[in-house]
């Protein structure tokens, strides 16, 4: 027997004569584990695709921080705390995750975050104005990342990112309790907190719509390699059907003159989208990105001396 | 850095699971990380932490020679067939009894 020790994973080791013959092995249900020699098209696209939704949770865990001083009530800041630690939570597995494929450290990951250089959730580029932003985050946001998410999970060729996600699935499918909540105290309580919750549905219709992304390419290589289980499109048409008439019924407006319910096809439609903003969020010219990312990084620098007590990479000047 | 490899076991039969890794610059940082980042809500009653660089691992080939050997099972098929033929033995001839 001969034996090694660990270069960075458990178990794989797996060798594909070419792309057809990886492409077969996923066809056939296969799954991708950090030591395979995968092709490096696979390496690069999924890598990237991990390291976005890292800096998502990354980004969404500050968001709901913000909120834990002013959230109303004990409870609410006690739900708020632990929804925090959760979102970062994830961004720590994910991120080990990622660095566990060789592209980029965790370190220069969060660097790269910090300072602009890469993406995050279009979601996390707006400011979040009174505190039923916060909800409308909570329920509405939270529920286009989880069908999301839950639609990489029911396949998805990558290993160590299916298991992190079964985790991750299932306490994002509490918070979305904890947002119907709040939602339905809103929806239900006075005409201000009615009005209060109009308002931010006004902001936050378009953006969370706008979170499944424009139509998948007819060849987008994440369905192709099974990371993606669900077209762009059919997500965000589930999620129309779903929350629009779930809106209407707690007596809210959708922000769109022409949304309809289209008897021949049986099911809702909205206005045509624009995508502008999605893509402004993505240069970090969204309305918000200047002042969430220098927050971000400030964090990062203000917590330099931790990593130099223990004199860790990523320390920069005290 | 290190990388520890993070094993969790519930209270009662099942056994110690591989939750996924973390890094952490040493053994009471990385058990601070994992508590948060793996057991926030009793995922496990018992945590081991494994330093990834001290794990010996075996070259898959080496267990795939294990994969073929047939005389380390029995599947019991023999002695199936010979019960199924003796039922429909019996049910043939229960008629004339």
Known sequence: MTATTMPATVSGLNHWAGLDEFEAFIDDGGMVEPGDAMPEVYRQEVFRFIEFHANSELMGGLTERDWIPKAPGLRLKQIFLAKTQDEIGHAHLLYMVAADMG??????MLEDLFSGRSRFHNVFHYQAVTWADQIAIAYLVDAAAFASQRAVFAQCSYGPYKRVLKRIVAEEGFHMRHGEEMLLRMAEGTPVQHQMFQEALNRWWWPAVQLFGPDSAPDDPLLRWKIKSERNEDLRDAYIQKYVPLLQGYRFQI????????????????????????????????????????????????TAWVRSAFNLEGAGAP | MRVYEVFLKRAGKEEFRHAGALEAPDDQMALTYAREAYARRSEGAQMWLVQRANIVAADPADLATNQTKSHRHNDGSVIAARRKQKRAEAKAGGGND
Do not use: C
């Open chain 1, 103 to 108: 592209v980029k450290g965790r370190t220069e």
């Open chain 1, 255 to 302: 922000p769109d003159d022409g949304v309809h319910f289209n008897e021949e096809a049986g099911k809702w439609v909205v206005s045509e989208i624009d995508w502008e903003p999605l893509k402004a969020t993505m240069r970090q010219g969204g309305p918000d990105s200047k002042r969430r990312i220098t927050n971000a990084a400030n964090n990062w620098a203000d």
